[in-house]
């Protein structure tokens, strides 16, 4: 024999005592599978408190009467791939817009050309909330006084129309100076840069301009200054008071929707007659009268 005895008894008795013992060892339940119920709401206060750890929310299920294991807390967030507290309590540039859009302005300048081919240099601002547009003035030189007395220009507006504004969002142009800012913060405004080369960070006025230019610009020859001027002037009361836009479900700025004047199946004869702005350029349909 290649083996002795006394390790064909050994190996005997280790068989026994294993099939003998799962046989008579009873098998331990496992730890229940956590509610679903509770771990959702792991998860909401989770989302809903970015700066709350699991120890945090493991208080917060306590005084609500939910009694599971802080651990228990820890494994539902590891499960889900969320990262500890401390990486996850900072604000990201959508949510901070989103969260203070009743009190961000925000400003860039544009260029066009003239028939002469002098660039002409326009200013703006826009409100995120309302999408109400202030074209504050243009000009060929825009030196640091000329932008500075348009930003006390734009304070005085704001106080005449009860607006607060705690952020202005403007680019790294060069053509803002100290000055500027300091009208701004002297009105408890805070000036906010937005990053090298990322215009995304101030979309919403990239956009504006870019409307601008397309319902207006492109299709205008500007003879001058004045003429740029006036031609803004009234796109500026076009937009604001009859363009309608997808973020306000269909208002412009400063006009609510009206009351729908049918119910639905029921066809009425409607009498709705065109006005034109700047030559027929702009188009504003209203009901006549």
């Known amino acids: 024999m290649i083996v002795s005895p006394d390790t064909v008894l050994r190996w005997h008795r280790e068989l026994l005592h294993r099939r003998h013992g799962k ?18 709401l792991v998860l909401r206060l989770t989302e809903e408190n970015p700066n709350w750890g699991y120890r945090r929310i493991h208080g917060e299920l306590a005084a609500l009467g939910i009694k599971v294991a802080a651990a228990t807390v820890w494994n539902i967030l590891n499960d889900h791939g969320i990262n500890p507290a401390p990486e996850r309590d900072h604000t990201t540039w959508a949510t ?40 504050l003035g243009a000009t060929t030189h825009p030196t640091a006084d000329w932008v500075t007395q348009l930003a006390r220009n734009m304070v005085m507006d704001l106080h005449d129309a009860g607006t607060k504004v705690k952020f202005l969002i403007r680019d790294r142009d060069a053509r803002y100076r100290a ?34 230019r397309a319902e207006l610009l492109d299709r205008t020859l500007v003879w001058n200054q004045a003429h740029l001027l006036h031609a803004l002037r009234e796109y500026e009361q076009f937009y604001n008071g009859h363009r309608p836009h997808r973020t306000l479900q269909g208002t412009a700025p400063l006009r609510p929707l009206p009351e729908p004047i049918t119910e639905p199946g029921q066809p009425t004869h409607l009498n709705v007659r065109r006005h034109d702005h700047l030559g027929g350029i702009l188009h504003e349909y209203q009901h006549a009268a």
């Open 179 to 212: 000055p500027f800012d300091a009208v701004l913060q002297a009105e408890g405004i805070e000036v906010v840069q937005t990053g090298v080369r990322i215009p995304r960070m101030n979309a919403i006025m990239e956009r504006w301009v870019r409307t601008c």
């Open 23 to 40: 046989a008579s060892r009873p098998k331990r339940p496992g730890r229940p599978r956590t509610i679903r119920s509770i771990r959702t």
């Open 96 to 135: 901070f817009l989103r969260s203070q859009a009743q009190a961000i302005l925000a400003a860039d300048f544009f260029e066009t050309k003239t028939l002469t081919g002098a660039t002409l240099y326009v200013f703006a601002v826009i409100e995120h909330a309302t999408r109400r547009v202030r074209i």
